[in-house]
């Protein structure tokens, strides 16, 4: 199975309401970071959280991590219609020097 | 726009056949990145170049390919295509790679890629 696995792969929801976004890991890592795709587009980067921080904030969004669960969680509070898109986590461990991809969860905002 | 540059947008050719996608990355960085994104597979991590040199490789298979070019630009070249290579190619860079000091990553608009 995949290095980085989110939960749940797809998420419904009117705007203004919140969304959370799980992912989950197997291997240790220094970084884990946040990626938005819309349909067919490149990826664009959200937010980094090092393995030595918890929480990290960037505008609507808020990540968490716990390294002892190997889970992070992504938090899009009072969501748009624009954030409809696929949202992965990838990891990145310095050993290897790759970055792991997850398999993404697909977001829709209804107006 | 991220400022990673890969041409061609659009390509179809046919089994067996070899093609070439190109990748310039953002001014500045030094490592880049080759990604296949199918339907059926998610986005798969294929190879990995700093400075020149082959970092890490992931799922790549042996009939591809890869280099980076004294300018940092990369090639990808995939040889002997079948059907299941069909798939959207992306690449990526970012400044660091060398070591824990790998951040975001800047994505192309992609290559997609119909073998027919």
């Known amino acids: 199975s995949q290095q980085g696995e989110e939960d749940p792969q797809a998420l419904s929801i009117q705007e203004g309401e919140n969304a959370t976004m799980n992912c989950s890991y197997k291997?240790?890592?220094?970084?884990l970071q946040w990626y938005r795709q819309n349909s067919g587009r490149g990826l664009v980067h959200l937010i980094l959280?090092?393995?030595?921080?918890r929480e990290k904030h960037s505008g609507r969004l808020r990540v968490t991590l716990d390294t002892s669960k190997k889970s992070s969680s992504l938090l899009i509070t009072a969501s748009r219609a624009a954030d409809t898109a696929s949202y992965f986590c990838?990891?990145?461990?310095?050993?290897?020097?790759?970055?792991?991809f997850g398999t993404g969860t697909r977001l829709k905002v209804l107006a | 726009d991220s400022g990673v540059t890969q041409t061609p947008k659009h390509l179809i050719t046919a089994t067996g056949q070899r093609v070439t996608l190109r990748c310039s990355p953002r001014?500045?960085?030094?490592?880049v990145y080759w990604y296949q994104q199918s339907l059926d597979q998610g986005l798969q991590f294929l190879i990995h170049?700093?400075?020149?040199?082959?970092?890490a490789k992931g799922n790549i298979l042996e009939r591809f390919s890869a280099q980076q070019f004294p300018d940092l630009h990369s090639e990808l070249n995939l040889s002997s295509l079948e059907l299941g290579d069909s798939a959207l190619y992306f690449c990526?860079?970012?400044?660091?790679?060398?070591?824990?000091?790998?951040?975001?990553?800047?994505f192309g608009p992609g290559t997609r890629l119909t073998v027919t």
């Open positions: 001014s500045g960085d030094l490592s």
């Open positions: 959280i090092r393995s030595n921080e």
């Open positions: 170049y700093y400075n020149g040199e082959e970092r």
């Open positions: 291997t240790s890592i220094n970084n």
């Open positions: 990526a860079s970012s400044v660091g790679g060398a070591g824990t000091g790998a951040g975001e990553q800047y």
């Open positions: 990838a990891t990145f461990t310095s050993g290897t020097y790759k970055y792991i």
